[in-house]
């Protein structure tokens, strides 16, 4: 079976949640409800399979679409970054399992519940801000190590302190140290 016939199969209670499926192909699915839109999508050449569920777009807005990772990541379920990557032969117990989970963590998102929207969408910023600011404290940790070799105390202070918040205790000590030795 491919996933059209997979996913109409594991994903028939949504029925029952005023869902319609409204487009299909080998590749995605589209629910609608006057509540939600949910699109299962999967990826023949990555193997992503990925659910992803939004409220109705309104006139003039765009449509802001939640990714089910993004709300496992949420509610403290899933340390993975990217979902699932397999093939045609797996997919009956993923897709299962996908079907399963947006029940089990994402049922307020099905319903349309704007607050769970609301949490995802402050989730997600904090999360980006996070990956922001991880990448601006790995940049400046490798301008550092660059001043350690040319014995430049000061910019080793200046750039430790930019990032203060986020040392080490081993970065700590080396602060203090090229504190003590920036005006030599």
């Given amino acids: 079976m491919g996933l059209k016939e997979i996913t109409k199969e594991s994903f028939s209670f949504l029925g029952a949640l005023g869902f319609s499926l409204v487009h299909l192909d080998d590749s995605e699915l589209r629910f609608e409800s006057p509540n939600c839109v949910l699109v299962i999508s999967w ?3 990555s193997g992503e399979l990925e659910a992803f ?3 109705p777009p309104t006139a003039g807005e765009s ?3 939640y990714s089910l990772t993004d709300a496992l990541r949420m509610r403290g379920t899933l340390n993975l ?7 045609e032969d797996q997919l009956q117990p993923f897709v299962d399992q996908l079907a399963h989970q947006l029940v089990a963590y994402a049922q307020l998102g099905l319903t349309g519940d704007r607050k769970f929207f609301d949490q995802l969408e402050a989730f997600r910023s904090a999360d980006a801000e996070a990956f922001t600011r991880n990448l601006k404290v790995a940049q400046v940790r490798a301008a550092i190590e660059q001043s350690w070799c040319s014995g430049d105390f ?3 202070v200046e750039l430790y302190t930019s ?3 986020h040392l080490s205790r081993a970065e700590r000590a080396k602060l203090i140290y090229a504190r ?4 030599n």
């Fill in 43 to 45: 990826d023949r050449r």
């Fill in 53 to 55: 569920f939004g409220l």
């Fill in 163 to 165: 990032i203060e918040n």
């Fill in 154 to 156: 000061q910019k080793i």
């Fill in 81 to 87: 970054a990217a979902p699932p990557q397999i093939n």
């Fill in 63 to 65: 449509q802001s679409m």
């Fill in 180 to 183: 003590k030795h920036q005006a």
